[in-house]
């Protein structure tokens, strides 16, 4: 087989690492920015799935059908904890925030209540209609890379969304375009050299293999590939966080088995999470364009 084109940075020297027992397709390693991807990728059919991107699981889709008050009281508490970090960065308590891969909105009804004009987007119609049920406004059900660019926010989040991207290159060309002067831009996803991932790698029969898990999770970043992604754009920052961050982490019940080694990951620096927060450059458009 041809060696592919690495996804992330362009690069055409890639190599095989790994060939999972339970997966057809083959697993690869950017010789540049170290991003690894599976390939040929696979064609599931699922409401979770478009053109540009890989299905997601769906017992986690399920879960965010039924939120709990329990963990809403999570996702309050993550909304309140970034709606101060994005506040102190963009200097200003009122600002226009959109999320890409908002589910059913955890986040949203806390950031109307904080005065965030919020706007949510997601492929899956059914995660769509529970968050207009919940009293969410402004969410819709659209592939980012159809969305209006006559729109501009000031901060663009995206949780858990990257590492099913096909095109993760035009895909942050597009934030970019979409993002006002010094907007923000916040995003995460599995962390592939985090310690759970490391144990991933042994040689064990099934579809995983570090934070590849077939067929839902076939792109995986470390802080290089994470960093290589972003930088062309953003003056951008990234590190390793836990499920229980107070700003970066997740909306997990502290007895979850990630977080009850939470203080072991933080203390190696491998938490699950690999995390990218940074401010938009101001670069000419035709170097935007040229990556679309």
């Not at 999972?20 to 599931?44: D, H, K, M, Q, T």
């Not at 939120?67 to 960065?89: F, G």
């Not at 961050?245 to 009850?260: C, E, N, V």
């Amino acid at each position: 087989m041809e060696e592919p084109e690495c996804p992330n940075c362009g690069a055409g020297s890639t190599r095989q690492v790994f060939r999972s027992v339970n997966a057809p397709g083959r697993i690869w390693i950017c010789n540049g920015c170290e991003f690894v991807f599976c390939f040929p990728l696979p064609l599931p059919a699922s409401l979770s799935a478009g053109p540009h991107s890989i299905m997601t699981c769906e017992d986690y889709t399920a879960g965010l059908l039924s939120i709990p008050d329990s963990k809403q009281r999570l996702y309050d508490r993550l909304a309140d904890n970034r709606y101060e970090r994005y506040s102190s960065t963009l200097k200003k308590r009122n600002f226009r925030l959109l999320e890409i891969g908002c589910g059913s909105c955890g986040l949203g009804s806390k950031y109307q209540q904080l005065g965030v004009e919020y706007h949510g987007i997601d492929l899956d119609p059914r995660v769509v209609e529970e968050a207009r049920r919940s009293g969410i406004r402004n969410v819709g059900c659209a592939d980012f890379f159809d969305f209006s660019e006559s729109e501009r926010f000031h901060v663009i989040t995206f949780s858990q969304v990257l590492e099913h991207i096909k095109e993760p290159r035009q895909f942050m060309a597009k934030v970019h375009r979409m993002l006002l002067a010094h907007g923000v831009v916040h995003c995460d996803v599995p962390n592939h050299t985090s310690l759970p991932s490391l144990l991933y790698r042994l040689p064990l029969k099934g579809a995983r293999w570090g934070a590849i898990e077939y067929p839902w999770h076939l792109f995986a970043y470390n802080r290089r590939s994470l960093r290589t992604l972003f930088e062309e754009f953003f003056a951008i920052e990234v590190f390793d966080a836990t499920v229980t961050d107070p700003i970066f982490g997740q909306a997990t019940k502290m007895d979850s088995a990630l977080a009850r080694i939470g203080p072991l990951l933080k203390l190696l620096r491998a938490g699950s999470l690999l995390v990218a927060y940074g401010i938009k450059k101001d670069i000419c458009a035709s170097a935007v364009s040229g990556s679309r």
